[in-house]
């Protein structure tokens, strides 16, 4: 199994930037989608940004322009670079992982087999 680990996140002024980055350990396979979901008090899973072993990134529409994803293979590690950010950005943020062949949208959270624990991201008026 894979180990997942969010770091990163804080409190930030609208406007400022935040990378966050998550570490895999333990077995990781070269086939797999990674992505980032968010999650706000009271709200369900969000779906954020994904990047595919073939190099094919979505985003969602409310951070397509703001935030990019990125994998370096080399330290097992993605990012999410985070830009302009909002208010409404405020959640606790998630990195997983899905390998390649689960049935389903990759926007669906409950496809993933893999979680971290999540960090915080606050983004103040």
């Known amino acids: 199994q894979v180990q997942l680990v969010e770091s990163g996140g804080g409190l930030v002024q609208a406007g400022g930037s935040l990378r966050l980055s998550c570490a895999a350990s333990?077995?990781?396979?070269?086939?797999?989608?990674m992505s980032w979901f968010r999650q706000a008090p009271g709200e369900e899973r969000e779906f954020v940004a994904a990047i595919y072993w073939n190099g094919i990134i979505d985003y969602s529409e409310s951070v397509q322009g703001r935030f990019i994803i990125s994998r370096d293979n080399a330290k097992n590690t993605v990012y999410l670079q985070m830009n302009s950010l909002k208010p409404e950005d405020t959640a606790v943020y998630y990195c997983?992982?899905?390998?390649?062949?689960?049935?389903?949208?990759?926007?669906?959270?409950?496809?993933?087999?893999?979680w971290g624990q999540g960090t915080q991201v606050t983004v103040s008026t």
């Open positions: 997983a992982q899905r390998q390649f062949g689960t049935n389903g949208s990759s926007r669906v959270a409950n496809s993933y087999a893999a």
């Open positions: 333990g077995r990781t396979f070269s086939n797999f989608v």
